[in-house]
């Protein structure tokens, strides 16, 4: 994991839940700038004081869930890593989109399972919401399998290291972001479901409108191109899709 991070010159490195430092021991003495953020107090003392005379290393307490990671982006992005926790893994990927613009890249130690829905293409079981909005933000890049006999104790599930890189300039471009965002959690609330069904209030098929997907296509099989292209379709005629905002 540390080859596949390959801290850099200038560069400044932010772990997420360094836990027991097996991570934060090697980056040590690779990063030039190293901050650790980690909830667990007991955890934050062992690391305090393991790590805490080290001029280049810093270590915040607080949630990496609810932190703004802009505040240490004041002299350029950040590289952020670690070994996500596996139960907070979703809601912390769509966090970390939402700061998306002071991040250059992201590497993290995944449940395996989450790793296969980042990368997964249209058609398969592992296809969804958070997929697609995960690939319309960042190009995603599997890189290794981690097996349970590398943990102690072993985990019951394996585990797989991929990175994320946020694009600049998104391609295509969708013209209101919230709105795609919210089409698609609305479109994987009923995947099996055809178009016509799960956006019933939204698509006529009387209006005449030249849609850019087959009403009759289910949201599983439809490429992130397709709902792009349905999200500027439906925002481009005051039908954006209805529903709680998400990330």
């Known amino acids: 994991m540390l080859s596949a991070i390959a801290p850099g010159p200038g560069e400044h490195l932010v772990e997420i839940g360094p836990g027991r430092g097996a991570l934060t021991d090697l980056l040590m003495d690779r990063a030039e700038q190293l901050t650790a953020i980690e909830i667990d107090r007991v955890l934050v003392e062992q690391l305090r004081q393991r790590h805490g005379s080290r001029g280049n290393f810093r270590l915040l307490e607080g949630d990496a869930l609810r932190f703004d990671y802009e505040s240490l982006a004041q002299n350029g992005p950040l590289r952020l890593v670690g070994n996500l926790p596996y139960n907070l893994s979703t809601p912390l990927l769509f966090a970390l989109l939402a700061q998306r613009a002071v991040i250059a890249d992201m590497v993290f130690m995944l449940q395996k399972e989450v790793v296969d829905r980042l990368a997964a293409v249209p058609g398969t079981k592992a296809y969804g919401?958070?997929?697609?909005?995960?690939?319309?933000?960042?190009?995603v890049q599997p890189l290794f399998e981690v097996p349970p006999a590398s943990f102690f104790p072993p985990p019951r599930v394996d585990?797989?290291?991929?990175?994320?890189?946020?694009?600049?300039?998104?391609?295509?471009?969708?013209?209101?972001?919230?709105?795609l965002?919210?089409?698609?959690?609305?479109?994987?609330?009923?995947?099996?479901?055809?178009?016509?069904?799960?956006l019933r209030s939204q698509l006529d098929p009387t209006s005449g409108d030249a849609l850019?997907?087959?009403?009759?296509?289910?949201?599983?099989?439809?490429?992130?191109?397709?709902?792009?292209?349905?999200?500027?379709?439906?925002?481009a005629r005051g039908r954006p899709p209805t529903g709680e905002t998400v990330p």
């Open 159 to 179: 585990s797989a290291v991929v990175r994320l890189v946020p694009y600049a300039n998104p391609t295509p471009v969708a013209r209101a972001p919230e709105h």
């Open 129 to 139: 919401r958070l997929g697609v909005m995960v690939q319309y933000h960042c190009q």
């Open 212 to 235: 850019p997907v087959s009403l009759d296509a289910r949201p599983e099989t439809l490429s992130v191109a397709d709902f792009v292209a349905l999200s500027n379709h439906l925002v």
């Open 181 to 198: 965002a919210q089409l698609v959690n609305q479109c994987f609330q009923q995947r099996r479901k055809t178009l016509r069904n799960c």
